[in-house]
Nanobody, 126 residues
C-alpha cells in the first residue's frame, strides 16, 4: 500500500513562492498519475493540477495556470508543486493524491484517486 507524505508548506507573503513536495513509498510510483488538491476552511476540496505517470502531460485549474507548475522525479518517488505569485486566496491545506494510470480527463475528480497524503498548510498573507 503506497503512502504519501507532503512537505514544504508554510507562511509566505503575497507574491512569494513555495515548493511543495510529495514523497511516495513503494515501487509503483511510476504507474500513478499524481494530483494536487487544496481545501480552504469552509470550502470543498478543489483540484489544483495533475501530472501523468510518465510526467509527459499536466493539467491545471484555471485559477493557478501560469503560476503553479507540477513536476515529478520517478527515481526519487516524488512529485512537486512549484507555486509562484502566490495570492491570499491560495491559502489552504494542500494534498497530493495518487491514481493508478488515471487519465488526465478524469484527474480533476477526487474520487478517482485511491491514496491521499495528510496535507500541508499553505498560508499566504496580504
Amino acid at each position: 500500500q503506497v503512502q504519501l507524505v507532503e512537505s514544504g508548506g508554510g507562511l509566505v507573503q503575497a507574491g512569494g513562492s513555495l515548493r511543495l513536495s510529495c514523497a511516495a513509498s513503494g515501487r509503483t510510483f511510476s504507474t500513478y498519475t499524481m494530483g494536487w488538491f487544496r481545501q480552504a476552511p469552509g470550502k470543498e476540496r478543489e483540484f489544483v493540477g495533475a501530472i501523468t505517470w510518465s510526467g509527459s502531460n499536466t493539467d491545471y485549474a484555471d485559477s493557478v495556470k501560469g503560476r503553479f507548475t507540477i513536476s515529478r522525479d520517478n527515481a526519487k518517488n516524488t512529485v512537486y508543486l512549484q507555486m509562484n505569485s502566490l495570492k491570499p486566496e491560495d491559502t489552504a491545506i494542500y494534498y497530493c493524491a495518487a491514481g493508478s494510470y488515471l487519465p488526465l480527463r478524469r484527474a480533476a475528480s477526487p474520487s478517482e484517486y485511491h491514496t491521499w497524503g495528510q496535507g500541508t498548510q499553505v498560508t499566504v498573507s496580504s
